[in-house]
């Protein structure tokens, strides 16, 4: 049974830090992601990060604040955010793909198979 578990949310001050960690079991996955949504918005990409190799991806608005890091032998994914903004407030998924897609997709929440339950992220001013 493929499971994916997100933990590490809570809620901060601007410009503080958190870790959200993914635990993923069940199956072997090539591309792991982190994905958002705030109330009322459509669910956004965050960031991802291949089975191999080192070649991220970010969304514009979190790039040089967030770092998406990954332990293969553990299957766990994670997500270091630092400087957070009130407008980083959301509910955070994991997401995974078992086989390798093109660069130009890898941020479409459609391109992924399984999804955590999410985890809760709010950053007050």
């Known amino acids: 049974q493929v499971q994916l578990v997100e933990s590490g949310g809570g809620s901060v001050q601007a410009g503080e830090s958190l870790r959200l960690s993914c635990s993923a079991s069940g199956r072997t996955f090539w591309h792991m992601a982190w994905f958002r949504q705030a109330p009322g918005k459509e669910r956004e990409f965050v960031a991802t990060?291949?089975?191999?190799?080192?070649?991220?991806l970010y969304a514009d608005s979190v790039k040089g604040r967030f770092t998406i890091s990954r332990n293969s032998a553990k299957d766990t994914v994670y997500l270091q955010m630092d400087d957070l903004r009130p407008e980083d407030t959301a509910v955070y998924y994991c997401a995974a793909r078992t086989n390798r897609v093109v660069v130009s997709a890898q941020a479409d929440a459609r391109q992924y198979d399984y999804w955590g339950q999410g985890t809760q992220v709010t950053v007050s001013s």
């Open positions: 990060i291949p089975l191999r190799g080192s070649s991220t």
